[in-house]
């Protein structure tokens, strides 16, 4: 054995005897500390505690260096104090010395010593004793002291007569749902964030012991507690976020705040399209399969199990079969993010040219003992009509276009009223975002259909109708595009010849418009309905626009009366019996030529800009929030706690306004505790409306007419 193995064991043996002697020390002090300050606390003391003990047998460990390992082996006789030539440098020794090192060294490896510190028992069981009682000090329940009577007797229980009760101990236990996978969790404090479902117990101590007890929640539940030797115990599952007190009977004799429980909410699964790219794809000619893959999340799991729903839409107009099929699926990956692939074969479906297939995944997370569901968005598979296959093999004959997919005023309605289904599960802004969404879908189905009485497109050019009204309830998409800027002269239409047979006749409105103008269709082809069906369109166009406005604020509950007035009208339409071709022009008011070009006002109405009126009753956080501000004005605490259950979506934080509340309530004049209550509803006031939106600044030309109405009338010479 060398002298550097010699120093390596007594340092172990250092290090060794701190650890055995420290840790049980550390493992007292967070004991104890949890007992105190609950979880968290303890479990900073223990890190700091194992970080202390570390550091102290290191420092130990280090203070066993090489003059110490001299010293120790110069005390035997048999080294001949020369055990520093071990660690002196050969070359720098002498003859002499160089002999005298190796005796040495051949004695150190015949008998190599013992260097290793004995085992300091007396302090090790010093530190075990005083580990053992600090740790039974900290599970050990907290003795109860009785208090004497004003008479001096005592009640057989420990309670006094006429004593109020102190809480002296306090302990809750969160049991997560099995599902979760999450451990059970104790501790003193009152205060918890669990998930949805979990079950609670708590267990309180009381001296002297009160009658009764019970847990107060703030929306007016009372949870009581039963005695069971020195402990008051109850439970309750978890299902809603809300604050509670501890009240007893006599009444405690400190005051204790409000307890927060927060729910962590189990959200449903979410189910992502990963191929293909798009919602609405166009089946390339002779395609036989049709590749799908999905992922689907889950903060607790997802099932690995998961259901495709498969609808085949064969032939066209009101002549349409639809047929459902459903494939169970397996998924790979982990449980919370699990992948899901299946290849459609169209052929085994039975659809064929012109027919469309719509596939979506139904998938179910672990919540136990109801599971929530999620399905993933439409996809929908349209194939090419007969047309297109027999065209697909003509290179640069015929552009190829996908027309463009239109919900129909039907599908509308269903996915307004699965909005509004949903409406408890989303967020504000999500909502409002879907039901805009919804009504941008109902503003294109109303420009389709406004095409049929001549109305102008929004947001550009549009395209003009090609024929009669669509059979089905969703209008096609074929349509003659729209022209901007200089047409070339293999258009489509005609643009007039100078070698046209007859002579143009001088002054003849057809003349002029046939040698000079530009027209798109013709008078004979162009398809009008009769006045009866138009009215009807009309009335229909109009329900449309009240069911857009509503969608478009966010309310589909409004929107919907009018949506089924609108399909009902369509369906009128749809089943007129006369469609006429107009072969004359529409004739136009004549325009009064005396009027016209002078200045004249007479009969034009003054419309100023008006601020929408304000209700006569204000809501009631308005009416709290003012109240809040007077120190002696009465605030009804009930119909504000009314008013947020029935709206917690919105304040940022409910059971921040719920405390708030409760505080007032129970210490009714403190003006802090009217101030931070009025801080709190300041987010759930209406806010208020906004100035007028300015003007479009002048372009050059507008600047221009600008400047020369305000130049004077003699420099306009």
Known sequence: MSVRDLLRSARRRVLL?????????????????????????????LTFALLGVAGLAMWRARRLDTRWLIAQLDQLPRFEDSADLLFALPESLNPLQQRQRARIEQRLRATPPDLRPRWPWPRLLACFGLALLLGLGAVWPRATTPQASPAGDTVADGSHSGAAP??????????????????????DSLDTRAVQGSRLHWQLQFTPQPQQAWLQFHDGRRLPLQRDGEHWQTHEVLQRSGLYRIVSEPALAEAIRAWRLEVVPDRPPQVKVIEPAQTLSQAAPRQRQWPLRFEASDDFGVRANALLEITSARGSGENI????????????????????????????????PGDEVVARLLVHDNRSPQPQSARSASLILRLPSEQDIQTSDLEGAIKKVMPAYFRSQRQIIIDAEALLKQRRTLDADSFVKRADAIGVDQRILRLRYGQFLGEEAEGGARPPPTGDLPTGDAPTADAHAGHAGEHADDDG???GTAGSEGTPVFGSASDVLAEYGHTHDHAEAATLLDPQTRAILKAALDQMWQSEGHLRQGDPAQALPYAYKALGLIKQVQQAERIYLARVGSTLPPIDLARRMSGKREGLGNRPLRLPQRDGDAPTPVTAWRALATAEAAVDLDALSQWLDAHPEAVPDVLDIAAAIDELRQQPGCQSCRERLREQLWPALPRASGPPSRRQAADAMGRRYLDALATPPERTR
């Open 17 to 45: 005897t701190v650890l055995v002697g420290g840790l049980p020390l550390a493992a007292a002090v967070a004991l104890w500390v949890l007992r105190m300050a609950g979880l968290d606390a303890a479990s900073v003391a």
């Open 493 to 495: 239409h005609d643009h």
């Open 166 to 187: 102190v809480l002296r101990g306090t302990r809750l236990q969160v049991t997560p749902p099995a599902y979760t996978g999450q451990a059970t969790v104790a501790g």
């Open 321 to 352: 079969d639809f047929q459902q099929h459903r494939i169970a699926l397996n998924g790979n990956g982990s449980a919370t993010a699990r992948r899901f692939a299946h290849t459609i074969d169209l052929a085994a479906l039975g659809v064929g």
